[in-house]
C-alpha cells in the first residue's frame, strides 16, 4: 500500500534537508498536490509541509515593497489592507484560484511552482517584476517568478530547493496593475486565457513603461512586447497595436475551454482590457 | 510510516486521533472520529460538501491532511447547533426548505456560517459568490440563498 512519510519541518535548514531526500515533496496549501495524490499523478515518498517554516506565512511591508511568505493563503492576502492597495492586480489574481474554500488554503508558490500555464497569480507578478527567493542545499538565490516553471508541470528549481518567499519591488511611481482572466463561467473555472499588466505614467500622463504577459496561451507564460505603449495614453491605434502583439506570441493548445484560433483572438482582447484597467490605476495614483 | 499522532481541537473540545500520513482531515473526521457530517462528494476540492472551518478559515477537509490538524482549531457541521437549539442558519434552512436530498446541506451550512462569521451582512452577490464552492445538484441554489439571508437578518437583530 502507498505509504508516504509526511514530516513538518520547523525551520529552513531542516525542510531543505528533508526536501532532499528521493520522492521529497513540498506541501503548502495542497490544493493541487493532495487532489494529485489521489489521481494518482503524484506519489511522493516524503510529503514535506513548510507551513511551520518561520516566515512562509505572513506578510511583511519592506520599504515600498513587501515581502510575501511563501506559502500565505490567498485569504490572507485579500485581507492585508495595504497590499491590496498597492499590488490591487497580484491579489486579484490570486484571489481567482478557485473557491472561498481554496482560497483559505491555496498560495502563491504553489500556485507557481505547480507549473500550470493556467496560473492566475503568475501573470500579473510576473508583470510587476516579482521575485521569487528560493532556498537549497547551496544556499538562497532570487529568481524572477517567470523563470521558476519551464513547462506545463516542471520547475526549474532543483533537488532539495523551494520557494520561500517573494519580494515585491517597491511599487514605481505613477504605476499601476491589473490582471483579468476569461473563463467560459463566472467563477470556479480555469483561465481559457489570463493578463496581467503593468503600466507606469511618466509625468505628461503618457505611458513611460509597459509591462504585460499573457496565460494559458502557450507552456508557460509569455511576455508580450508592449513597446507600441510607450509614449501613448492608450489611444486606439496602441491599442490595436497591443491587440496584434498579444496574438503574436500566442502558441495554445486547443482544448474543451477554447481552440487555438479563440485563444489566441481572446488574448488580444484580454491585453487591452487588462491594460485599460492598470491605465486607469495608474492615473488615479 | 507509522501513524502520526496527532492533538487538536474539534467543535471546543479536546481531541486526538492517529492517522496515515496520507490520510485527508475528511478521512479522519469520518473513519477514525466518527463525525460523518462532513460529506464526500468529489474528493477534489470541488463541491464543498467536506467543509469545515479551522482556525477561522473555511477550507475542503479532502484537500488538507489529517496530519495538518495538529495545534489547530476545527469546527464541523457537527458543531454549529448549540445542543438541542438549531444555529439559526440550520432553522431557516428548513424554514425555506433549503435543502432536498441533503448530502450538499452540511457543507453549505458550514460555509454559511464563516460568511456570517467574516461578514454578518453580506449582500446576496457576496453570499452568492462565497458559496460558488459549494456545489447542490438539488435546490437550483435560490432557496439556499434566500435562507442564509434571512438567517444573516435574524442574527443582526432585524
Redesign the interface.
Not at chain 1, 502507498?2 to 509526511?6: D, K, L, R, S, V
Not at chain 1, 478557485?98 to 481554496?102: A, D, E, L, P, R
Given at each position: 500500500m502507498?505509504?508516504?512519510?509526511?514530516a513538518?519541518p520547523q525551520s529552513i535548514d531542516d525542510a531543505v534537508r528533508m526536501l532532499g531526500a528521493d520522492g521529497a515533496k513540498p506541501?503548502s496549501?495542497?490544493?493541487d498536490l493532495?487532489?494529485q495524490?489521489?489521481?494518482g499523478r503524484n506519489r511522493p515518498d516524503h510529503?514535506v509541509?513548510l507551513?511551520k517554516v518561520p516566515g512562509l506565512i505572513g506578510i511583511k511591508a519592506e520599504g515600498a515593497g513587501f515581502r510575501v511568505g511563501a506559502a500565505t493563503?490567498g485569504?490572507q492576502l485579500g485581507e492585508d489592507k495595504a497590499l491590496v492597495a498597492a499590488y490591487p492586480g497580484i491579489v486579484e489574481g490570486a484571489e481567482l484560484i478557485?473557491?472561498?474554500?481554496?482560497q483559505?488554503?491555496a498560495s502563491l508558490a504553489g500556485n507557481l511552482c505547480n507549473a500550470s500555464p493556467a496560473a492566475d497569480s503568475v501573470p500579473a507578478m510576473a508583470a510587476c517584476g516579482v521575485k521569487a527567493v528560493v532556498v537549497g542545499p547551496n544556499g538562497e538565490r532570487e529568481v524572477a517568478v517567470q523563470d521558476i516553471p519551464v513547462s506545463p508541470g516542471k520547475t526549474s528549481l532543483t533537488k532539495g530547493e523551494f520557494v520561500k518567499e517573494f519580494v515585491l519591488p517597491a511599487l514605481p511611481a505613477n504605476s499601476g496593475d491589473a490582471y483579468l482572466r476569461f473563463i467560459p463561467r463566472?467563477?470556479?473555472d480555469i483561465a481559457v486565457v489570463g493578463a496581467g499588466v503593468q503600466i507606469q505614467l511618466a509625468g505628461d500622463g503618457t505611458i513611460a513603461k509597459a509591462s504585460v504577459w499573457l496565460g494559458a496561451v502557450a507552456p508557460t507564460i509569455v511576455e508580450v512586447d508592449a513597446s507600441c505603449l510607450i509614449g501613448t495614453k492608450l489611444d486606439d491605434a496602441a491599442m490595436a497595436k497591443l491587440d496584434a502583439a498579444a496574438q503574436a506570441v500566442c502558441n495554445p493548445i486547443d482544448d474543451k475551454r477554447g481552440t487555438i484560433e479563440y485563444r489566441t483572438k481572446v488574448a488580444g482582447v484580454m491585453a487591452r482590457r487588462t491594460a485599460e484597467i492598470a491605465f486607469k490605476r495608474a492615473g488615479a495614483r | 510510516m507509522a501513524k502520526i499522532h496527532v492533538t487538536t481541537k474539534i467543535n471546543g473540545e479536546d481531541a486526538e486521533f492517529l492517522c496515515e500520513p496520507q490520510q485527508t482531515m475528511l478521512d479522519v473526521l469520518r473513519d477514525e472520529l466518527s463525525l460523518t457530517g462532513s460529506k464526500e462528494g468529489c474528493g477534489s476540492g470541488d463541491c464543498g460538501a467536506c467543509s469545515i472551518i479551522v482556525d477561522g478559515r473555511l477550507v475542503c477537509s479532502c484537500l488538507m491532511f489529517g496530519a495538518e490538524a495538529s495545534g489547530t482549531e476545527i469546527t464541523t457541521i457537527e458543531g454549529i447547533a448549540n445542543g438541542d437549539t438549531l444555529h439559526p442558519l440550520q432553522q431557516k434552512f428548513l424554514e425555506h426548505a433549503a435543502l432536498q436530498c441533503g448530502f450538499c446541506t452540511p457543507g453549505v451550512l458550514v460555509a454559511s456560517k464563516a460568511l456570517l462569521d467574516a461578514n454578518p451582512s453580506p449582500t446576496e452577490e457576496q453570499a452568492r459568490y462565497w458559496l460558488a464552492g459549494n456545489l447542490c445538484r438539488c435546490t437550483g441554489y435560490d432557496k439556499i440563498i434566500e435562507a442564509v439571508m434571512d438567517a444573516a437578518a435574524e442574527m443582526r437583530g432585524e
Open positions: 502507498y505509504a508516504p512519510n509526511f513538518a506541501l496549501g495542497g490544493t493532495i487532489v495524490m489521489r489521481s510529503i509541509d507551513k493563503s485569504a478557485g473557491s472561498t474554500q481554496v483559505g488554503r463566472t467563477e470556479m | -
